[in-house]
């Protein structure tokens, strides 16, 4: 006997829980829902299994295979349309040729199923329908048999008024194959709708079985919730994962390779899954805790259902709530009843989430915030559209076309109709969608759009200095390797877009007040010549092409497959220098790789590098604004490494009267500027900062700690191929390697920490920091930097979250640890 599985739902019902999964996907107790009843089937001695999909099929069929795992048949039908239950089982008719049972894969039951097949048989029946009785029959289809089991009518989801019996349709139907015949094809077509009152009209062999045991429709999330709860009081039998062990009374359920503090509590019944961490004197009650999770120390979950991969930090409390896949929870953070965090979503430290809450995936919920209300796609919960020159949002749910459209439209009526703008983006599918919804709204307010499609950065500063244009604009996957997209605004002059004018647009956007052009002055798209030979030529006369031409010096490039690998290599091969490329094509589909695969990366360039013998090994982001370098020896320099050998390499070879720096900075480019009688200049720590640094003076050079470098002449923004090319210069003209440049610094040590703070005490913890360090030597460049004889520490409040950040440098790991640990208590304290 063959089974048919229904996999089709959408999950409107279920959704956050359904925003990245379908609906049968959905994890019960550690499996997926639909998992359950390929077990019930195969306990039932069904093993050849159809499944019907429709919405979001491939998870289901990855996940499944062939079915050997479970020790069944798959095979699967998508549906060409939404024909209904019914029309979607008459599409997949052919694999159909024998008595079959139909079941939702999106039901908790554990049923006899034999016996209701053997009720069919006996009945002769052409179909059965399985029936259950129910407290509240209103939300379902009601089922009134005679007392042979012969369906006499039915009552689809009725009123009260209407209710004449309590059992229901459970969506489990035995049928023989001629059934089918009564189906029309392409049709949208229901099994309870139109299939059985026409069978019924025209007395057909429709008989009803009312089962006993337990069944679930999980339609709606407190419907979800309350299936954990049964299967963990033991009010529906289904199989748990892991190995069973009483405690004192209570059961648990534990996975493999799961680590328990000794002083860890549970009561009533809980299941842990695989490879979870759970600290000391957390305390779980009747929850699940899926694999690969981390429950911190005095911890209190009280029945939750968690996914997979979730983390809980330190000291939070949550109460029946629902954690899906990589949600985080952070330190003494409060979930109260009934909230949701789906896939990704982030509650940061001391932040409070009250009751019915629900937390789309990958949203963001401030450190020490209160949220009452949901954030869902679409919203923003966020201080201010802008942060520096650039939006930012999850794509696709934040950033959609139709926002990116309207952003465009904003940013039109400031430049003002006939104005011109050049526009490039990143390689990935999702750049360029968002990207045209800008150009299109650009276009609706009468703005001529140069198209520079996918280009990085440094090329677009390039063609915006040439004073053709009004502006710019550069759309791109956030190189953090999150989800998030970013609409990166640039002057008409190159550098990033002023305070004033983001303002503006934020007035117009919030606003809407925005002219859009009449329908005959839309704006018109050109498609830009000789783009990157404009570059190439502007950057190869900011360089001493003479030095290359005896050198013999070696490099290994990681292009990282993005669009600096259609540029650097050219410049490289014109200046003779011998370059060996890794990942050299875009790819759309690697816009994380500098992020996300920087550890290999670096793995594999350490290697290449030592293998090749060659002189220095770098890595670009895939903007083309920030490096990574190993030296000869193969080793990885870090950012603030790097920072201090260059510097010192430049101070070298050019003696510069002026040097400026992030105040985030080691303290060793203070001696470095002293040794070389260069006056140093101390900036806030970002991009903006830097390039204001680099246009107040033609001949400074301005140093990053995020890989980022601007070196006079060329650009006023940051470069990473410049970058690349004034390093190897710098290494030739001063006869070294970057591994042999080494001083003092080797000897300092810094740490870090965050440490979260609401914003409405943000201004008070700045006062008692100043009051703190009146009669100090400090810095009050970005935040408060402390300088002593052996240490310093830099005290800064983050610009678009509820915290701060702490870093302190000193001759002792343990002495900068220390100062961190010292300045995180006095934060706490000050917050009071």
Same mark, same amino acid.
């Given at each position: 006997?063959?089974?048919?599985?229904?996999?089709?739902?959408?999950?409107?019902?279920?959704?956050?829980?359904?925003?990245?999964?379908?609906?049968?996907?959905?994890?019960?107790?550690?499996?997926?829902?639909?998992?359950?009843?390929?077990?019930?089937?195969?306990?039932?001695?069904?093993?050849?299994?159809?499944?019907?999909?429709?919405?979001?099929?491939? $998870?289901?069929?990855?996940?499944?295979? /062939?079915?050997?795992?479970?020790?069944?048949?798959?095979?699967?039908?998508?549906?060409?349309?939404?024909?209904?239950?019914?029309?979607?089982?008459?599409?997949?008719?052919?694999?159909?040729?024998?008595?079959?049972?139909?079941?939702?894969?999106?039901?908790?039951?554990?049923?006899?199923?034999?016996?209701?097949?053997?009720?069919?048989?006996?009945?002769?029946?052409?179909?059965?329908?399985?029936?259950?009785?129910? !407290?509240?029959?209103?939300?379902?289809?009601?089922?009134?048999?005679?007392?042979?089991?012969?369906?006499?009518?039915?009552?689809?989801?009725?009123?009260?008024?209407?209710?004449?019996?309590?059992?229901?349709?459970?969506?489990?139907?035995?049928?023989?194959?001629?059934?089918?015949?009564?189906?029309?094809?392409?049709?949208?077509?229901?099994?309870?709708?139109?299939?059985?009152?026409?069978?019924?009209?025209?007395?057909?062999?429709?008989?009803?079985?009312?089962?006993?045991?337990?069944?679930?429709?999980?339609?709606?999330?407190?419907?979800?919730?309350?299936?954990?709860?049964?299967?963990?009081?033991?009010?529906?039998?289904?199989?748990?994962?892991?190995?069973?062990?009483?405690?004192?009374?209570?059961?648990?359920?534990?996975?493999?390779?799961?680590?328990?503090?000794?002083?860890?509590?549970?009561?009533?019944?809980?299941?842990?899954?695989?490879?979870?961490?759970?600290?000391?004197?957390?305390?779980?009650?009747?929850?699940?805790?899926?694999?690969?999770?981390?429950?911190?120390?005095?911890? /209190?979950?009280?029945?939750?259902?968690?996914?997979?991969?979730?983390?809980?930090?330190?000291?939070?409390?949550?109460?029946?709530?629902?954690?899906?896949?990589?949600?985080?929870?952070?330190?003494?953070?409060?979930?109260?009843?009934?909230?949701?965090?789906?896939?990704?979503?982030?509650?940061?430290?001391?932040?409070?989430?009250?009751?019915?809450?629900?937390?789309?995936?990958?949203?963001?919920?401030?450190?020490?915030?209160?949220?009452?209300?949901?954030?869902?796609?679409?919203?923003?919960?966020?201080? !201010?559209?802008?942060?520096?020159?650039?939006?930012? *949002?999850?794509?696709?749910?934040?950033?959609?076309?139709?926002?990116?459209?309207?952003? *465009?439209?904003?940013?039109?009526?400031?430049?003002?109709?006939?104005?011109?703008?050049?526009?490039?983006?990143?390689?990935?599918?999702?750049?360029?969608?968002?990207?045209?919804?800008?150009?299109?709204?650009?276009?609706?307010?009468?703005?001529?759009?140069?198209?520079?499609?996918?280009?990085?950065?440094?090329?677009?500063?390039?063609?915006?200095?040439? *004073?053709?244009?009004?502006? *710019?604009?550069?759309?791109?996957m956030s190189p953090r390797g999150n989800n998030e997209m970013?609409?990166?605004?640039?002057?008409?002059?190159?550098?990033?877009?002023?305070?004033? =004018?983001?303002?503006?647009?934020?007035?117009?956007?919030?606003?809407?007040?925005?002219?859009?052009?009449?329908?005959?002055?839309?704006?018109?798209?050109?498609?830009?010549?000789?783009?990157?030979?404009?570059?190439?030529?502007?950057?190869?006369?900011?360089?001493?092409?003479?030095?290359?031409? /005896?050198?013999?010096?070696?490099?290994?490039?990681?292009?990282?497959?993005?669009g600096a690998s259609e540029i650097l290599p050219r410049i490289?091969?014109?200046?003779?220098?011998?370059?060996?490329?890794?990942?050299?094509?875009?790819?759309?589909?690697?816009?994380?790789?500098?992020?996300?695969?920087?550890?290999?990366?670096?793995?594999?360039?350490?290697?290449?590098?030592?293998?090749?013998?060659?002189?220095?090994?770098?890595?670009?982001?895939?903007?083309?604004?920030?490096?990574?370098?190993?030296?000869?020896?193969?080793?990885?320099?870090?950012? $603030?490494?790097?920072?201090? =050998?260059?510097?010192?390499?430049?101070?070298?070879?050019?003696?510069?009267?002026?040097?400026?720096?992030?105040?985030?900075?080691?303290?060793?480019?203070?001696?470095?500027?002293?040794?070389?009688?260069?006056?140093?200049?101390?900036?806030?720590?970002?991009? $903006?900062?830097?390039?204001?640094?680099?246009?107040?003076?033609?001949?400074?050079?301005?140093?990053?700690?995020?890989?980022?470098?601007?070196?006079?002449?060329?650009?006023?923004?940051?470069?990473?191929?410049?970058?690349?090319?004034?390093?190897?210069?710098?290494?030739?003209?001063?006869?070294?390697?970057?591994? =042999?440049?080494?001083?003092?610094?080797?000897?300092?040590?810094?740490?870090?920490?965050?440490?979260?703070?609401?914003?409405?005490?943000?201004? $008070?913890?700045?006062?008692?920091?100043?009051?703190?360090?009146?009669?100090?030597?400090?810095?009050?460049?970005?935040?408060?930097?402390?300088?002593?004889?052996?240490?310093?520490?830099?005290?800064?409040?983050?610009?678009?979250?509820?915290?701060?950040?702490?870093?302190?440098?000193?001759e002792s790991l343990e002495k900068s640890k220390e100062l961190?640990?010292?300045?995180?208590?006095?934060?706490?304290?000050?917050?009071?």
């Open positions: 006997m063959k089974a048919v599985i229904m996999a089709g739902g959408f999950g409107t019902r279920l959704r956050p829980l359904t925003a990245n999964l379908p609906k049968p996907m959905v994890p019960l107790v550690g499996r997926p829902v639909m998992e359950h009843i390929v077990i019930l089937l195969k306990k039932h001695g069904i093993t050849d299994i159809l499944a019907i999909l429709y919405f979001q099929s491939e $998870q289901i069929r990855l996940y499944f295979g /062939n079915g050997k795992k479970w020790g069944v048949k798959f095979d699967y039908v998508t549906a060409e349309a939404d024909f209904g239950t019914a029309g979607s089982v008459k599409n997949a008719e052919n694999f159909l040729d024998d008595r079959f049972i139909i079941i939702s894969g999106d039901v908790v039951t554990d049923f006899d199923i034999s016996q209701a097949i053997e009720f069919h048989e006996g009945k002769k029946a052409d179909a059965t329908m399985v029936l259950t009785p129910v !407290e509240d029959p209103v939300s379902y289809g009601i089922v009134i048999t005679s007392k042979s089991g012969k369906i006499t009518r039915f009552l689809e989801k009725p009123s009260w008024g209407k209710v004449f019996s309590d059992t229901v349709n459970t969506g489990i139907y035995i049928l023989e194959p001629g059934v089918l015949k009564m189906i029309p094809p392409k049709t949208e077509f229901d099994f309870s709708k139109n299939l059985f009152p026409l069978m019924l009209s025209k007395k057909r062999k429709l008989y009803g079985y009312v089962a006993s045991g337990y069944w679930k429709d999980i339609g709606n999330i407190e419907e979800y919730f309350q299936a954990h709860q049964d299967v963990l009081e033991g009010i529906v039998s289904l199989g748990i994962p892991g190995k069973k062990t009483k405690l004192n009374g209570n059961t648990l359920y534990l996975g493999n390779n799961s680590m328990i503090s000794h002083s860890a509590n549970f009561s009533g019944n809980v299941v842990i899954g695989d490879n979870v961490r759970i600290g000391p004197r957390a305390k779980i009650y009747n929850s699940v805790v899926g694999s690969n999770s981390v429950i911190g120390r005095d911890v /209190n979950i009280n029945r939750i259902v968690g996914w997979d991969k979730i983390s809980i930090g330190p000291q939070a409390r949550i109460s029946e709530s629902i954690l899906c896949h990589e949600s985080y929870t952070g330190e003494a953070a409060i979930i109260d009843e009934e909230c949701i965090l789906s896939d990704g979503a982030r509650v940061g430290d001391k932040a409070h989430i009250k009751r019915n809450v629900k937390i789309w995936p990958y949203k963001e919920v401030e450190a020490g915030a209160t949220l009452s209300s949901s954030l869902i796609w679409g919203e923003r919960w966020s201080r !201010e559209l802008f942060s520096d020159a650039k939006i930012s *949002g999850i794509g696709n749910a934040e950033i959609t076309p139709e926002f990116a459209s309207k952003v *465009g439209a904003a940013y039109g009526a400031l430049i003002g109709p006939g104005g011109s703008v050049a526009i490039c983006r990143g390689a990935s599918n999702a750049s360029r969608m968002i990207y045209r919804a800008v150009i299109s709204g650009m276009l609706s307010a009468g703005l001529n759009v140069a198209d520079l499609q996918a280009a990085p950065i440094p090329v677009l500063r390039q063609v915006l200095k040439s *004073g053709r244009f009004s502006g *710019g604009i550069n759309v791109r970013e609409i990166i605004f640039f002057d008409f002059n190159g550098r990033d877009l002023p305070i004033s =004018k983001t303002k503006s647009i934020e007035r117009l956007f919030f606003g809407e007040d925005f002219r859009r052009a009449p329908i005959e002055e839309a704006g018109s798209i050109e498609y830009p010549q000789r783009v990157y030979e404009s570059y190439w030529e502007s950057f190869l006369s900011h360089i001493d092409k003479n030095i290359f031409e /005896n050198s013999s010096i070696k490099v290994v490039i990681d292009y990282g497959f993005a490289l091969g014109s200046l003779g220098i011998d370059s060996v490329a890794l990942n050299s094509f875009v790819d759309p589909r690697q816009p994380f790789y500098f992020v996300q695969r920087q550890a290999k990366a670096i793995d594999q360039l350490s290697s290449i590098v030592k293998s090749l013998k060659a002189d220095i090994g770098i890595l670009l982001n895939s903007a083309a604004e920030k490096i990574r370098v190993v030296d000869e020896k193969g080793e990885a320099v870090s950012d $603030q490494k790097l920072l201090l =050998k260059v510097t010192r390499l430049y101070c070298d070879a050019f003696r510069p009267k002026k040097v400026a720096f992030p105040i985030t900075s080691s303290a060793a480019v203070q001696q470095i500027a002293s040794d070389y009688k260069a006056k140093l200049i101390w900036i806030p720590g970002d991009h $903006q900062a830097m390039m204001d640094a680099a246009s107040s003076n033609r001949n400074i050079f301005v140093g990053g700690t995020k890989g980022g470098f601007i070196f006079p002449g060329f650009q006023l923004g940051v470069d990473a191929m410049f970058a690349v090319i004034k390093i190897l210069e710098l290494m030739i003209k001063n006869k070294t390697d970057i591994g =042999k440049v080494k001083g003092p610094w080797d000897q300092l040590f810094m740490s870090g920490k965050e440490v979260a703070c609401s914003w409405s005490l943000k201004g $008070q913890v700045m006062r008692r920091l100043m009051e703190f360090s009146e009669n100090k030597k400090r810095l009050l460049i970005d935040g408060v930097r402390i300088v002593e004889d052996d240490y310093w520490i830099l005290v800064r409040p983050d610009r678009k979250k509820a915290l701060f950040h702490i870093l302190a440098e000193s961190v640990k010292e300045f995180s208590s006095l934060i706490k304290k000050w917050q009071k």
